[in-house]
Structure formats: C-alpha cells, structure tokens
C-alpha cells in the first residue's frame, strides 16, 4: 500500500529526478511538482542556469528550498521532483525525514555529467562536470542517505525501470 505522504525523488543533475517523479505521479494519479519548471513558471521561463546566472546560486538554492517546503505541505500528497540543492538545507532534511517518503536516484559522476551534457537548462557550476559532480556527490551523498527511504542506482536503468522498482517498494511497505 502506497503510504499517504508526498513522495520525493531526489538526487544530483542528470539522475532522471523529472522522469521519474512524472512516471510516478501518473501511475499514483497524483500531482507532479518538479522544482525546475515551477519555478521557470514562477521567475518568467527562466531556468536554473538562467537564475545562476542573474542573481547567483544561492538565490537559486533559497527557491528551491521554498519550492520543496511548498510541495510537501500540498494536499492530497504529490510526487515531487526536488533539485539536489535541498538536502543542503538542514530544515529540508527534517521536513523530508518527517513529511514523505524519500527516492534517491544515485549514479557515478561519469554516468551523470554524460546526461547533463544533453540539458541546457541545468546550471554548469565549472566547467568540469565530472569534477563539479564529484565535489557534489562527496558532499551530497550523505546527506542524501540520511534522508533516503529507498536508494536506486540508475545509472544502467531506463526511467520506466526505476519507476516500476519504487511502485513495488511502496507496495512492500
């Protein structure tokens, strides 16, 4: 049975965090709140890189952050697709560890920094996105395990896969 509580796909660009929380949300017939395009609706169409590159990263983590806080108090509960920049914020984790169930989308920066290269929308911190994911993952990973309720590595699963693997975890609960 799947638990009344948001469910939240999380992890680092290029995870399939938005393909994933889509196949889900369709499949529990719920809303789908994606941090990217609510707040390009939001901020006038602009995109995570075009925030970065306007007022800054830390503007753009302060709307994620609210973005997340907004989408878990929604009823009935949605599937949120939650920017990585959300663990960072310790009242996050406390509202993911208290307020949903948590799906962290894991993968090798090398399989990651590969989709990020199809995305223009994401922000390019430096210019090694390898590197830049790596950095991201040392300082992330834990955190997103300290929040996680189910851990996926997708780096050789299709969306469809995760998405099917999820349901019969939450079917288990």
């Known amino acids: 049975m799947v638990p009344d509580r948001p469910i939240v796909v999380t ?5 399939g965090k938005s393909s994933v929380a889509r ?11 994606d941090s990217d395009p609510d707040i390009a609706a939001l901020y006038g169409g602009a995109t995570a890189a075009d925030i970065v590159a306007a007022v800054g990263k830390a503007v ?3 709307r994620e952050a609210a ?3 907004e989408a878990l108090a929604e009823r009935p509960a949605v599937v949120i697709a939650a920017a990585a920049s959300t663990v960072d914020t310790p009242d996050c984790r406390e509202a993911l560890n208290r307020e949903a169930v ?7 920066p090398e399989v990651l ?17 390898e590197a830049m994911l790596v950095k991201q993952r040392a ?3 834990p955190l997103f395990a300290e929040v996680a309720d189910l851990t996926f590595d997708v780096s050789e699963l299709t969306a ?7 349901l019969a975890a939450l079917d288990e609960r």
Do not use: I, K, N, Q
Not at 102 to 108: G, R, S
């Open 11 to 15: 992890g680092l660009m290029g995870a």
């Open 23 to 33: 196949l889900l949300a369709t499949e529990l017939g719920r809303e789908l709140r």
């Open 60 to 62: 753009l983590h302060r």
């Open 67 to 69: 973005h997340l806080s």
């Open 102 to 108: 948590v799906v962290w989308l894991d993968a090798p």
């Open 113 to 129: 920094a590969e989709r990020m290269r199809s995305g223009a929308h994401r922000p390019h911190f430096e210019p090694d996105l």
């Open 139 to 141: 300082a992330r990973g």
């Open 160 to 166: 469809e896969e995760v998405a099917a693997r999820v």
